[in-house]
């Protein structure tokens, strides 16, 4: 990994900042670096001896992401363990899901004619095939000062200070739920199939890791806040046994490989993406810019999308138009927020869907799910546009 210019920021002129060098503005950067656009990345200095903190978990990526990833050659190829580490990407061969009263829901690649549903990618492993990218990269140059810019790129996450003090509104409906996420080891194989569960108001995703023969999984379970914390006072001691309890025998017995994290789950979004100040233009990209429930495993595919579809109208604009220009980076606001308001409200509607206890309701959603599951064309629809097809 390229360490940070130690030359003042203040010195330089680049066509671009990024602040927030996570897996979004990374990725961004190097898009932009294919059109030789001279590109600061801005990231926090780690203070003194804090050690990193362990990540445990994991993105769901579809077919988009991944050609995205593979255009940059930041992509880790499934079956290339690093280090000695047992393999980083796992295809998803299946999606299993169940409701609460018998409904379900099965979605299978081979039925599709794709070669997976969706690849699950391990985090560090990604940052560090980024990272290695950005190194290689002559144009783009690491800073923890802002430098100045035609056009700067806020991908700081959803407590992003840049885009308070521009004045960009932030709207944030807190969920009454906490994500808990955790790593597993099974008794048996996953192979290679990602399950979820919609029972109680909660939401429980079990994410295949090690390959499609592997026995690890990443868990990312949506409970209300007062378990979570408790579950992470405790360091997870009940964690496993609740999990099981939930999936049944579905893994054979399971075990805790890593202390649980937890994190507040919201449904947030700007209402302005782009913003002219007096030294320059900025835009949102990412977490923020829009936040939502992790039930459709979404989140990041929608935060790489704002990183193509910005680098593709920065690369398609008029020659006499500036970086900054506001007329070119509505074409960007437009486009993406348009698809993340619809990928929002179907997250949201879901979760609001499922969190209700009235058995009326319980019975029609669990109707719904079987239908679904029978609807043939719709569901062949709904797999290609979740995949980014």
């Known amino acids: 990994m390229s ?16 602040r927030g060098g996570g897996v979004v503005g990374q990725t961004l950067a190097l898009l932009l670096a294919r059109d030789r656009l001279k590109v600061a990345l801005v990231e926090p200095a780690v203070p003194q001896g804090q050690a990193p903190r362990t990540d ?37 061969s299946g999606m299993h899901v169940w409701g609460d009263q018998g409904g379900a829901v099965h979605f299978e ?15 560090p492993a990604l940052e560090r095939r980024l990272a290695d990218a950005v190194s290689f990269q002559a144009s783009i140059e690491r800073f923890h000062e802002a430098p100045p810019a035609a056009l700067t790129v806020v991908c700081e996450g959803k407590r992003s200070q840049t885009r308070e003090e521009v ?3 932030f709207h944030v409906r807190p969920y009454p739920h906490k994500a808990v996420a955790a790593r597993l080891r099974c008794e048996r194989p996953h192979g290679g199939v990602a399950r979820q569960w919609f029972q109680d108001g909660e939401i429980m995703a079990l994410l295949p890791l090690e390959g499609a023969q592997g026995n690890s999984v990443a868990l990312v379970w949506s409970v209300p806040t007062q378990q979570a914390d408790a579950w992470l006072a405790e360091a997870g ?26 994190w507040p789950l919201e449904l947030s979004k700007a209402q302005r993406w782009i913003a002219r100040t007096a030294q320059g233009s900025v835009a949102l990209a990412g977490d923020a810019a829009h936040a939502m429930h992790p039930l459709a495993g979404q989140g990041l595919n929608v935060g790489l999308a704002d990183a193509a579809e910005l680098a593709r109208v920065l690369h398609g604009r008029e020659y006499w138009r500036d970086l900054g220009d506001l007329k070119l980076l509505r074409r960007y606001e437009r486009a993406r927020a348009a698809d993340v308001g619809a990928m929002s409200w179907v997250t949201d509607g879901l979760f609001s869907l499922f969190a209700h206890q009235d058995s009326r309701i319980q019975a029609l959603r669990n109707w719904g799910m079987k239908g679904f599951e029978r609807s043939g064309a719709l569901k ?9 097809l």
């Open 167 to 169: 004045g960009l509104d």
């Open 380 to 388: 062949h629809w709904m797999v290609r546009q979740a995949a980014g």
């Open 3 to 18: 360490s940070p210019s130690t030359r003042p920021a203040s010195q330089r002129r680049f066509d671009v900042t990024i």
């Open 56 to 92: 445990v978990r994991a993105y769901a990526l579809n077919a988009a992401s991944r050609e995205l990833l593979r255009s940059v050659r930041a992509w880790p190829e499934a079956g290339a363990a690093e280090n000695g580490s047992p393999t980083t990407v796992t295809p998803v």
């Open 237 to 262: 001691q009940h964690l496993a046994q609740a999990v099981q309890s939930r999936c049944g025998e579905v893994l054979g017995e399971m075990s805790l490989e890593s202390p649980p994290q937890a």
């Open 109 to 123: 690649a081979h039925d599709q004619a794709l070669d997976a549903l969706t690849w699950i990618v391990d985090v």
